[in-house]
């Protein structure tokens, strides 16, 4: 299905179509699952969380909110990944107030940033925390940095998203992106 069709969908749901609902899960399951294998594949080692629970943990709280306003596509795959970066950290937490578990060096791609075993029980921790700072300090980079390495959102899609110029997106991304990776490497702050 094509992308404006998604939108449609994500229009007739919030003017209350329960149905067209029904009909978006499987119109966009395929990349909210790769979504998901993305996100695992940076979690610690042992973590039992897999990418199809992820997807349905993040779907049905999804669902569980009020109808949000979806104004495109786009938008709903930032909103997914934020969920499922939510589900991740929640996994995460439980894991670490059951046991000291050790991570393992995990990289985002492009932003050239490890987090390793002395910097949390899971990645997703210390990441999660970072851009949580990032957000405090400026919502929009923290926002532009989610939707590009956990959305999986091109630059046109976040422009799309935000309704921010693309050459202000392009900058707000390089500035995250150094300002996470200071946050966290060894010894940097």
């Known amino acids: 299905m094509m992308r404006p069709e998604v939108t449609k969908l994500l229009v007739e749901w919030r003017d209350g179509n329960r149905a067209a609902l029904d009909a ?12 998901a294998e993305n996100y695992i594949n940076r979690e610690r080692q042992g973590h039992t969380l897999q990418p199809t629970a992820l ?5 049905v709280r ?10 495109n596509r786009a938008h709903f795959f930032g909103v997914a990944a934020h969920l499922m970066r939510q589900v991740l950290v929640d996994s995460a937490r439980k894991f670490r107030a059951g046991k000291r578990g050790g991570g393992k060096k995990v990289s985002l791609d492009g932003i050239g940033i490890d987090i390793g075993d002395d910097k949390a029980d899971s990645p997703f921790l210390a990441l999660d925390e970072a851009l949580q700072n990032l957000e405090k300090m400026d919502a929009r980079k923290g926002k532009i940095l989610e939707m590009k390495y956990f959305g999986g959102l091109t630059l ?16 707000d991304l390089r500035s995250a992106e150094a300002w996470i990776r200071v946050q966290l490497q060894p010894g940097e702050k």
Do not use: M, N
């Open 24 to 35: 978006l899960l499987p119109v966009v399951y395929d990349e909210l699952r790769k979504l």
């Open 55 to 59: 997807v349905h943990e993040a779907y």
């Open 62 to 71: 999804l669902i569980g909110q009020d109808v949000p306003d979806f104004q």
């Open 156 to 171: 046109d899609e976040i422009v799309e998203a935000t309704g921010v110029s693309k050459a202000t997106v392009s900058r």
